[in-house]
C-alpha cells in the first residue's frame, strides 16, 4: 500500500527555520511529481511547493526565497526546507504524489496528485 508520511513540524519563533521530509513507501516516486501543501484553521488547502520528476522546481509567490523543495531518490523522500518563517506559515503541511511516473502536472493544483500524506503541524509563533 502506498503511504506518505510527513514529519518535522514544530513549533518555532518567526524569523526560525524547519525542514519538513516526506517519507514515501510502497512504490519508488523517483520519477513522480511531488509536492507540498498547506492547510491553516478555516482556510482551503493551498500549494506551496513542488517538484518534477526531473527536478525542476516551482513554488508560491509567498514563500519564494525563504522555502526551497528537494529529493532524494534514493531515500524515497523528498523534503520542504522553510527558512524565515512568519506566522502566516503556521498551517498543517501535508505531502502529495503524483502516481504516473514522467508525467507533466499543474503543481499547483491539488487534483494533479493521487497521494496524499496525514499531515504535520508547523507553528510560527511572533
Known amino acids: 500500500q502506498v503511504q506518505l508520511v510527513e514529519s518535522g513540524g514544530g513549533l518555532v519563533q518567526a524569523g526560525g527555520s524547519l525542514r519538513l521530509s516526506c517519507a514515501a513507501s510502497?512504490?519508488?516516486?523517483?520519477?513522480?511529481?511531488m509536492g507540498w501543501f498547506r492547510q491553516a484553521p478555516g482556510k482551503e488547502r493551498e500549494f506551496v511547493a513542488g517538484i518534477s520528476w526531473s527536478s525542476g522546481t516551482y513554488y508560491i509567490d509567498s514563500v519564494k526565497g525563504r522555502f526551497t523543495i528537494s529529493r532524494d531518490n534514493i531515500k524515497n523522500t523528498v523534503a520542504l526546507q522553510m527558512n524565515s518563517l512568519k506566522p502566516e506559515d503556521t498551517a498543517v503541511y501535508y505531502c502529495?504524489?503524483?502516481?504516473?511516473?514522467?508525467?507533466?502536472?499543474?503543481?499547483?493544483?491539488?487534483?494533479?496528485?493521487?497521494?496524499w500524506g496525514q499531515g504535520t503541524q508547523v507553528t510560527v509563533s511572533s
Open positions: 502529495a504524489a503524483k502516481k504516473t511516473p514522467f508525467s507533466s502536472v499543474t503543481y499547483s493544483t491539488r487534483n494533479q496528485y493521487d497521494y
Open positions: 510502497g512504490r519508488p516516486f523517483n520519477s513522480n511529481a
